[in-house]
């Protein structure tokens, strides 16, 4: 079992900037690939990164430029440095964690955190 926990949410102003982490406990975090999605309201829920195991990344096409990820596998933490911050980015932000068990893949989700770009 893996707890994901984000913080850094909150409210910032259009250009500003963030970083959200995601800690995590309960197993071991170098095994899993690790990813940020987000959901704003109304929307269906949407990769904004993800760095896998081997440290590649991969970023969402409206994010890129803007938003880093990356991970500390010594502090089991995983972080997203979110720039240039755009009204368009608020939406809550969740953490993902997955790997591949036997014929599927094993998720855990955290409970997310607000993330709010407005003037």
């Known amino acids: 079992q893996v707890q994901l926990v984000e913080s850094g949410g909150g409210l910032v102003q259009p250009g500003g900037s963030l970083r959200l982490s995601c800690a995590t406990s309960g197993s071991i975090f170098s095994i899993y690939n690790m990813g940020w999605y987000r959901q704003a309201p109304g929307k269906q829920r949407e990769l904004v990164a993800r760095?896998?195991?081997?440290?590649?990344?991969n970023y969402a096409d409206s994010v890129k430029g803007r938003f880093t990820i990356s991970r500390d596998n010594a502090k089991n933490t995983m972080y997203l440095q979110m720039k240039s911050l755009k009204p368009e980015d608020t939406a809550v932000y969740y953490c993902?964690?997955?790997?591949?068990?036997?014929?599927?893949?094993?998720?855990?989700w955290g409970q997310g955190t607000q993330v709010t770009v407005s003037s």
């Open positions: 993902n964690a997955d790997r591949p068990l036997g014929p599927g893949t094993q998720i855990y």
């Open positions: 760095i896998t195991i081997f440290g590649n990344t």
